[in-house]
């Protein structure tokens, strides 16, 4: 299974290196990886020799200096831009029990404490990736909620129970 691990966002120099922004809050497990898959989807990527990968501090956080074997140049990096990374999910290091890939939570009841019990509130059609957070896009009675994938919002997430836990403020649902 391709997991996505970041966007090409543009060159980096003239020798063919691009800058990739991570979409994992740990972006030297990356630095490991023989081979990466770019592309406009999983599906559609194709599979890229990995020559260099180094992570870099950047303004927005880090950022991952990503060198390819068939890149040699800048041309070749720029063209690439906007396009998606994806890992083959058995080359990635395991995460620890408390940890989960984004698009594992597509799918999962959420479901929120009122009285004493959980209630489902809906499903996860979507994670969007946003600069500050992710939000999870949540079907409630055919309409679409954004909540925003973050302490205090959620409070658990248990992919093998197929749910995730949410305290909500008062009137979050009611605004859509």
């Known amino acids: 299974m391709l997991v996505q691990v970041g966007t090409i966002v543009r060159a ?3 020798q063919g290196e691009v800058k990739v922004r991570p979409d994992t809050d740990d972006p030297s497990r990356l630095t ?3 081979a990466v ?8 990527a194709t599979e890229r020799v990995v020559t260099s990968c180094r992570v870099q ?5 880090q950022t991952i200096l990503l060198g390819l074997a068939d890149v040699t140049g800048r041309e070749g990096a720029d ?5 998606i990374v994806y890992a083959r999910e058995v080359d990635l290091p395991p ?3 408390d940890e989960f890939f984004l698009d594992e939570l597509v799918g999962l009841r959420v479901v929120a404490a009122v009285d004493g019990t959980l209630d489902t509130l809906g499903t996860v059609k979507e994670v969007l990736e946003l600069p500050a957070h992710p939000m999870l896009v949540v079907e409630v009675d055919g309409r679409d909620i954004l909540i925003p994938a973050v302490s205090p919002f959620v409070e658990g997430v248990d992919t093998a129970a197929g749910l995730i836990r949410v305290d909500l403020p008062d009137g979050l649902i009611d605004q859509y």
């Open 32 to 34: 490991g990886l023989a």
């Open 79 to 83: 063209a690439l831009r906007g396009a």
């Open 37 to 44: 898959f770019v592309g406009e989807s999983g599906p559609t």
């Open 95 to 97: 995460l620890a029990d």
């Open 57 to 61: 501090p950047s303004r927005h956080g």
């Open 12 to 14: 980096h120099g003239v």
